[in-house]
Structures are given as C-alpha cells and as structure tokens.
C-alpha cells in the first residue's frame, strides 16, 4: 500500500501535500483502473495528472492528482470549470477539490477511442448526448478546448449516455466551439469511427465556411 500511495506525486516521488490534502478531504485511494502506472492499476494517466480509484462516504470517487512534474500549480482554475460545466449537466460531477486534488464522480464508461466495444446504439446514444452536451457548453459561453480530438474526453455511460471529461483546458475567455468541434469530427473528419458514425446517422446537410461549421436549418442539431 505504501507503494501504491508513492505514486501520489509521480514522477518525483511521494507528494506529502497532496496526501494530506486527500486525507483531509475523507479520501481513501484504492488501486483500480484500466490503466497501469509502475504496476499499479490507476484510472487515468496524463501530462499533468494521474486519476486514482478513490472512496468518499462509500462510494467510488475518481481522485484526480496533480503530478510530479506538472506545470499546473494547482486545480483551481479545472474545478471551477467543472463546476460551471455542471450546472447545465455537463460532466462529471464536481465532490471536492484542494489546491492539488480534485474529486468527482467517477465516470464508469467506454471511451471513444474504444468505439469498437459499444453497439450501434450505444455509438448513436452517445454521438447525440455528447453533441446536445456540447451545445450546453456552448449556451453558457465555456469551451472545452479538447473536443476537435474527444476520443479520451468523450466516454459512453449507460446512465447519461455521454459524458465529457477533463477541463483543465476549458475556459470561458475565448470563443465556445464546442459543438462545431464535436459535429466535425464525427461528421467531417475520415476515419474508422466517422465512417461507423455516418452509416448510423444520416449526417446532416452542411455548410462549411473559413471559420466554423454550421449545421443547416433543417439540421436537428441546429445551433
């Protein structure tokens, strides 16, 4: 167990700031996941953080962790997006956060990326969930900043039908595309999941211009 907990800070080594700020909170990490870290089963792994399997009040929680070598000084700026993303029922829901943790509901689904493993209405659940999702974002003027490339930040859930994940780089400071970003890649773009996407939904007359994708007006998915 002490070896797991080392991977709190990882690269560098134990982060005593962050342990204590997962006590503090009520957390307790567990090792499980998909994904493997030094041995160890995490949920996620990335440039600036590592996803552990957590309980809070006896549930599963995802605790998000600031690595090591991260250039984020702090989580501050993703909560707040979260919280925000929240309020229209987008993502995850936010539980608690520090300066170096951050605690949400864990997301129990199937990535994108691994299309292959969701039937055909499961993709189509998911295609038009994240899509309605994504212009929910766009009603309150914060773009996510990820979604031109959703394959790990969209994630089929049998409950929500989608969820969108990771908003460290949202912001409400800069024009929201998430809707024009999330209808291009699955509509625009070429590759094996547009292809299964496009024989699933009859994708919708389009007009492209310099700057943004629109849908026309006889589009369900009208902006």
Known sequence: MVE????????????FQALQEIAQLGVQLIEGGEY?????????KGTQSVVFLGKLEQKLVAV????????????EHEAQMLKLANQVGVGPKLLAYAKRVLVMEVVQGVPLERHKQLSDDELVTC??????????????????GELSRPLRHVFYEKAKGAVIIDFESASTKRKPHNFNS??????????????????LLQPPIMSV??????PCSTSKWKT
Do not use: C, W
């Not at 211009?209 to 629109?214: A, C, I, Q, R, V």
């Open 182 to 199: 999330l209808f291009s890649f699955y509509f625009v773009k070429k590759g094996e999941i547009q292809e299964r996407v496009k024989r």
């Open 127 to 144: 295609v038009e969930r994240s899509l309605e999702q994504a212009k929910a974002l766009d009603s309150i003027s914060l773009d996510h």
């Open 64 to 75: 998000k962790v600031l690595r090591g070598d991260s250039v984020r000084s702090d989580v």
């Open 4 to 15: 797991f907990l080392s991977l709190v800070g990882y690269p560098r080594g134990p982060d």
């Open 209 to 214: 211009t310099k700057y943004s994708l629109e």
């Open 36 to 44: 493997t870290l030094l041995g160890h089963r995490v949920l996620g």
